[in-house]
């Protein structure tokens, strides 16, 4: 196993939310048939499949997709049998299949950080929407980006006796509106580093007129604009911006 590859597997430790009544209830909505874009450990697919939807899942990480199926593998055979999992990149990607809801949940769609490729990925997401279909889609919201850069320190129990200790440091570009992330994980068992993995990811900070500015071009009309999975009114203060939208 890889240093970096390690760091996947504290990725659902720290990455807990509360995400899946929102795609949940959207995937009821749109006809029970959903793919998810960066669909990582499955966290959240499962969650879907476990609800009756029939759940597609890509990501370009074989890592992730190797704790996917894992994942998957301890489902019962009524879960696993709702869920697809493909090894394709969303900036160009060709299922023979549509979806009700096309969703990229996570900020994840952040991790494309050119905007041709930004509006690579929305055109091939837009031939995934079935008629009458959505595609959703989740981002941070940050009202005033600042060159601030720092550390961070957090951590969760593994087991009964080692714990997961998490250090970051994040640094930001203002004018390219990029934030790099690094991630170290250290496994402390009775207070020794016992494993260290690293992470690291680069993420484009998008602004709300940025996006409407692809979404326009890449063909989609807005349908609803949150500020949070609760369906929350968008303000200048929200922490997130949830988007559904459909292609015009
Ligand atoms: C923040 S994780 C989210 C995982 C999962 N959706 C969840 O909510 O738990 C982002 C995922 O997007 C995947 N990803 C990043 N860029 C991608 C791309 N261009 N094509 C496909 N997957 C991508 C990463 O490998 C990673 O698994």
Known sequence: MSYREGAKKFYDLFGAKD??????????????????????????????AREGVETWGIDNSPHMLRAAER??????????????????????FQLDETFG???????????????????????????????????????????????????FVQRKPLDESRLVVRTGYHS???ERRIISVSLWYDVVEEG??????????DVYVHSVEGVRSLLDEAGFETLEWYGDLRKGVFTEESEMMVVLARPA
């Open 172 to 174: 930001t570009d203002v």
């Open 71 to 92: 994942n998957v593998a301890e489902e019962p055979p009524e879960v696993r049998g709702l869920l697809h999992l493909e090894q394709a990149d969303v900036r160009d």
């Open 19 to 48: 995400d899946a009544p929102f795609y949940i209830e959207l995937a009821h909505v749109y006809g029970d048939k959903a793919l998810e874009l960066g669909v990582g450990t499955a966290r959240l697919a499962i969650q879907l």
């Open 192 to 201: 020794r580093i016992v494993e260290r993995y690293y992470d690291g990811s």
């Open 101 to 151: 809801l096309v969703y990229f949940p996570s900020f994840s769609f952040d991790h494309i950080l050119d905007r041709g490729e930004q509006l690579e990925a929305l055109k091939a997401i837009k031939g995934h929407v079935a008629p009458g279909g959505v595609y959703a889609f989740e981002l941070a919201h940050v009202p005033e980006l600042t060159a601030e850069g720092g550390w």
